[in-house]
């Protein structure tokens, strides 16, 4: 049986959560289906990617508050613990800070 405590640590669904971004004090709801990169790109945030599968980094961001649910093979332990891959990560929670 799933505790609250074990259920924040299970991967992420494709649930709604927002994105906040720190600097520009945006609020943009990332919907099932798609990638925080693509919600960063609709709303006028120049967002570098490559691969669009979190395998070469090019869109590694740093975030700052919440829990990502890291889906790359690209960021190791040490870089996911400031920066998320957002071509393909999702939140483990209701809300991710990105420093942007």
Excluded: K, N, Y
Excluded at 9 to 38: C, I, K, N, W, Y
């Amino acid at each position: 049986m799933q505790t609250p405590a074990t259920a924040a640590l299970l991967p992420a669904t494709e649930q709604t959560f927002e994105l906040v971004l720190a600097r520009s004090q945006m609020r943009l709801p990332v919907e099932p289906g798609e990638s925080m990169a693509d919600v960063l790109q609709l709303a006028g945030i120049a967002i570098d990617t490559l691969c669009e599968q979190g395998v070469c980094g090019t869109c590694a961001t740093r975030w700052l508050a919440g829990a990502p649910d890291h889906r790359d093979s690209c960021l190791s332990a040490e870089e996911q613990a400031t920066h998320v891959a957002v071509c393909c990560a999702r939140s483990h929670g209701p809300t991710l800070t990105l420093d942007l």
